[in-house]
T-cell receptor, first 114, second 115 residues
Framework: DTEVTQTPKHLVMGMTNKKSLKCEQH?????MYWYKQKAKKPPELMFV???????INESVPSRFSPECPNSSLLNLHLHALQPEDSALYLC?????????????FGPGTRLTVL | AQSVTQPDIHITVSEGASLELRCNYS??????LFWYVQSPGQGLQLLLK??????LVQGIKGFEAEFKRSQSSFNLRKPSVHWSDAAEYFC?????????????FGKGTLLTVNP
């Protein structure tokens, strides 16, 4: 199974709401990523988890809060977002943080902040 | 600084024509190189990758890429394009030493296929 799944597929939220994005992989990968992608742009790295610990935070605002409950699951908790946070949020997984092993991407969650 | 450049923002080809998408990299040592494809509103799918060895790499969907060290290039090719190939294509790279968490992407090339 080389699939990364993400739920929900679409999400509309107000600026005062709290919501969560979920990502799951069953490939035994030990590194997981969150990306934000705006239209016509490449993905922009947000967070990297390695062995369930947060390794990298690319100076992401605190209104985005990642969580890795176990090696297969990655969440992104959203609170008090701004309209400019509307984007496609992609999750990816990888065997580990070294070597040339590729990242496997999920289909993304299309987030709209009103 | 490490970078990946895709010189063409948008390319239009006719169905059945050949295709070449350009990618150049700037790294101290040869990086690990990838091509991904993204259909509208979808995630990224890996087409092929290059680590070392044979400089002509075969991928999925009939794509291939050629690594040229002298030109710091990793161009993607397909002999005959299908309408379903219309998508955004991203070239990407990791540095080849130590911990390399960050995948550096080019800005992407949008491929339009005319019937």
């Amino acid at each position: 199974d080389t699939e990364v799944t993400q739920t929900p597929k679409h999400l509309v939220m107000g600026m005062t709401n709290k919501k969560s994005l979920k990502c799951e992989q069953h490939m035994g990968h030990r590194a997981m990523y969150w990306y934000k992608q705006k239209a016509k742009k490449p993905p922009e790295l947000m967070f990297v988890y390695s062995y369930e610990k947060l390794s990298i935070n690319e100076s992401v605002p605190s209104r985005f809060s990642p969580e890795c409950p176990n090696s297969s699951l990655l969440n992104l908790h959203l609170h008090a977002l701004q309209p400019e946070d509307s984007a496609l949020y992609l999750c990816a997984s990888r065997q580990g943080l070294a070597g040339g092993n590729e990242q496997f991407f999920g289909p993304g969650t299309r987030l709209t902040v009103l | 600084a490490q970078s990946v450049t895709q010189p063409d923002i948008h390319i239009t080809v006719s169905e059945g024509a050949s295709l070449e998408l350009r990618c150049n990299y700037s790294y101290g040592a040869t990086p690990y190189l990838f091509w991904y494809v993204q259909s509208p509103g979808q995630g990224l799918q890996l087409l092929l990758k290059y680590f070392s060895g044979d400089t002509l790499v075969q991928g999925i969907k009939g794509f291939e890429a050629e690594f040229k060290r002298s030109q710091s290039s990793f161009n993607l090719r397909k002999p005959s394009v299908h309408w379903s190939d219309a998508a955004e294509y991203f070239c990407a790279a990791y540095n080849s030493g130590g911990s390399n968490y960050k995948l550096t992407f080019g800005k992407g090339t949008l491929l339009t296929v005319n019937p």
